[in-house]
Structures are given as C-alpha cells and as structure tokens.
C-alpha cells in the first residue's frame, strides 16, 4: 500500500517537475545559454524560474523541519554534509561546461526526450553513459582505498 | 479627462504586456519546480536532484528504484501534459552540432555525479536548505557555464 503511494508520489512530482519546465520554457537550451552568455545576448528567464522554484522548495523545507517524518516513509533523508571538497567542485565545473556546451542538464534534457527530437536522445544517452562511467569510477576509487587499507594492516 | 484616460490606457498596455512577458511565465514555471520539490521532500522524504534520481534508476541495487524511475517517468509526462493543456509542444531550440552535443552529455552525466547534483538537486533544493555544499556547486558550474558559453563565442563554436 504504502509502496504505491510512494511510486504514485514520485510520478505525481516528476510530472509537476516536468510541467514547470516546459512552461518556464528552460526545456529550450538557446534561453539556457542565453542566460550564461551575459556579455552577449543576454536572457534573464532562468533568474526567475530559479527565484521561483527556491522561493516555494524553501516554503517545502520550512515546514518539513517541524515534521517529524516524511508523509510516506519513517524519516526524512537529506543529505548531511556540509564541507566543500575537491570533488564536489570539479565535478560541478565539469557540469558547466558541459552545461555551457549544450544548454541542457539531467532535468531538461529527460523531460525534452517526449518531443521527440533526435539531439536530445543523443545527449540523454551520452549523459546516462557518463552518469554510468562516474559511479564505476567512483566504485573503483573505493575498493582501491579499502585494499590499500588493508595493505597496510 | 483625456489626460487620465490615456494615462490608465497605457498603464492597461503596461500590464497586459507585462502578463504576456515570459519573465512571468518562467516564474510560475519555477514556482511549480519548487512544489514538485516541495511534495517530493514532505511525502517521500527525499531531495528531487535530478542527477541523483536518473543513477539511483540506473541501479538494480538502489531499494529506491521504481521510485526514480516512476520520477523520470512522470519528468517525460510533464511536457506531454503541457502539450494537452496548452494545444502546443514547448518550444525548443537545439544545436545542430551533434559530436559537440555527445560531449556535452557525458560532462553532463560525469560532473553532476561526481559533484553530487545539477541544477535541480544543488539549485533548487540545496539552495533552499542553504547548505554550503550546494552554495559552492552552483557558484562553480554557473561560472563555468559563462566561461564555456563566452569562449564559444570567442572562438565562433556553435
């Protein structure tokens, strides 16, 4: 029961999500990138979809903070950390470029593959390949730490 | 009171125009954005990051499968939705340069997993938690997103 309405509520907000990005118009990559070029022709669209999107998410995270647990689930699960590594900057400069490149990130880019157009299943497909690439990688990194742990014992 | 009357005139134009801008548009767009992420976090407990829930559905090992993808479902609904409501697919302008295209989508996939998240789980959902870690991710792939863009330019690579 409880594992219905949580497939039921991740399909209900994947579609909001999906909603509000074709109607704030960031499914076009060209007001991406018009809104990363501000020394050229600037497009100041994707300030006011991220104005409005924090706005409400903020009003959402305000009041899980006075839940004790999620609707569907025993807890909530957020993320903890809070120190800025290497990691976590190299990985977001890579995304800009790529971001920069294309126009397009994870959100867009998936909701796009519905028109139907081919650039979009191209870049989808390479993006999965990467996201697969990154998690093996990542996996790899850990299982060489854990043998050199025990290298050294 | 012509004088008045052209005023609230144009003043009606002013309006109308500024309800027609798609500043306003993109708005209500975002603030829909954010009750997806507001609904995901208080019924299921969990941030709606985009890149996190496209792996976690890559994952056969991941007990929240179904529910990514039943989220990467409901993302490729979305438009269709829009279609039906507003009798016109969103209007979208891609690059034809597809070798470029498939670059950028591996840095895409590559950098917002290691990086831990995109615009949607850094941006919207981070920025709203004021977590540093967030801050610092969406600080850096903005500035290397201009940085990308304007070199582009530069050297005539579209």
Same mark, same amino acid.
């Given at each position: 029961?409880?594992?219905? *309405?949580?497939? @039921? +509520?991740?399909? %209900? /907000?994947?579609?909001? =999500? &999906?909603?509000?990005? #074709?109607?704030?118009?960031?499914?076009?990559?060209?007001?991406?990138?018009?809104?990363?070029?501000?020394?050229?022709?600037?497009?100041?669209?994707? *300030?006011?979809? @991220? +104005?409005g999107? %924090? /706005?409400?998410?903020? =009003? &959402?995270?305000?009041? #899980?903070?006075?839940?004790?647990?999620?609707?569907?689930?025993?807890?909530f699960?957020?993320?903890?950390?809070?120190?800025?590594?290497?990691?976590?900057?190299?990985?977001a +400069?890579?995304?800009?470029?790529?971001?920069?490149?294309?126009?397009?990130?994870?959100?867009?880019?998936?909701?796009?593959?519905?028109?139907?157009?081919?650039?979009?299943?191209?870049?989808?497909?390479?993006?999965?390949?990467?996201?697969?690439?990154?998690?093996?990688?990542?996996?790899?990194?850990?299982?060489?730490?854990?043998?050199?742990?025990?290298?050294?014992? | 009171?012509?004088?008045?009357?052209?005023?609230r005139a144009?003043?009606?134009?002013?309006?109308?125009?500024?309800?027609?801008?798609?500043?306003?548009?993109?708005?209500?767009?975002?603030?829909?954005?954010?009750?997806?992420?507001?609904l995901?976090?208080?019924?299921?407990?969990?941030?709606?990051?985009?890149?996190?829930?496209?792996s976690?559905?890559?994952?056969?090992?991941?007990?929240?499968?179904?529910?990514?993808?039943?989220?990467?479902?409901?993302?490729?609904?979305?438009?269709?939705?829009?279609?039906?409501?507003?009798?016109?697919?969103?209007?979208?302008?891609?690059?034809?340069?597809?070798?470029?295209?498939?670059?950028?989508?591996?840095?895409?996939?590559f950098?917002?997993?290691?990086?831990?998240?995109?615009?949607?789980?850094?941006?919207?959902?981070?920025?709203?938690?004021?977590?540093?870690?967030?801050?610092?991710?969406?600080?850096?792939?903005?500035?290397?997103?201009?940085?990308?863009?304007?070199?582009?330019?530069?050297?005539?690579?579209?």
């Amino acid at each position: 029961m409880t594992a219905s *309405a949580r497939i @039921l +509520a991740a399909l %209900v /907000a994947g579609a909001i =999500f &999906g909603f509000g990005l #074709s109607l704030s118009g960031m499914l076009d990559p060209a007001r991406v990138r018009g809104f990363l070029d501000i020394a050229g022709d600037f497009d100041p669209s994707l *300030a006011f979809v @991220l +104005a409005g999107a %924090v /706005a409400v998410s903020s =009003f &959402g995270y305000l009041i #899980s903070r006075r839940l004790q647990r999620p609707a569907l689930d025993c807890a909530f699960h957020l993320p903890t950390r809070k120190d800025v590594d290497l990691r976590l900057v190299t990985g977001a +400069a890579i995304f800009g470029v790529g971001w920069g490149i294309s126009g397009l990130c994870p959100g867009p880019a998936i909701a796009s593959l519905a028109l139907g157009l081919v650039p979009t299943f191209v870049f989808a497909a390479m993006m999965l390949l990467g996201i697969v690439i990154s998690d093996n990688w990542r996996k790899a990194a850990r299982l060489g730490a854990r043998q050199d742990a025990d290298a050294q014992v | 009171m012509p004088g008045l009357l052209s005023c609230r005139a144009n003043l009606e134009t002013l309006m109308a125009s500024l309800i027609s801008q798609t500043y306003l548009q993109s708005l209500a767009g975002g603030a829909l954005i954010g009750l997806a992420s507001a609904l995901y976090l208080l019924l299921d407990g969990r941030v709606a990051g985009v890149s996190g829930i496209l792996s976690g559905s890559l994952r056969a090992s991941d007990e929240n499968q179904s529910r990514n993808i039943a989220f990467v479902l409901g993302l490729v609904l979305g438009p269709v939705l829009y279609r039906l409501g507003f009798g016109a697919w969103p209007v979208v302008h891609i690059g034809a340069n597809l070798r470029l295209l498939a670059l950028a989508g591996l840095f895409v996939g590559f950098g917002t997993c290691l990086g831990c998240g995109c615009t949607s789980g850094h941006g919207v959902c981070g920025l709203a938690r004021l977590s540093p870690r967030s801050i610092a991710a969406v600080v850096t792939f903005l500035i290397a997103g201009i940085i990308t863009v304007a070199s582009m330019n530069a050297l005539g690579v579209a």
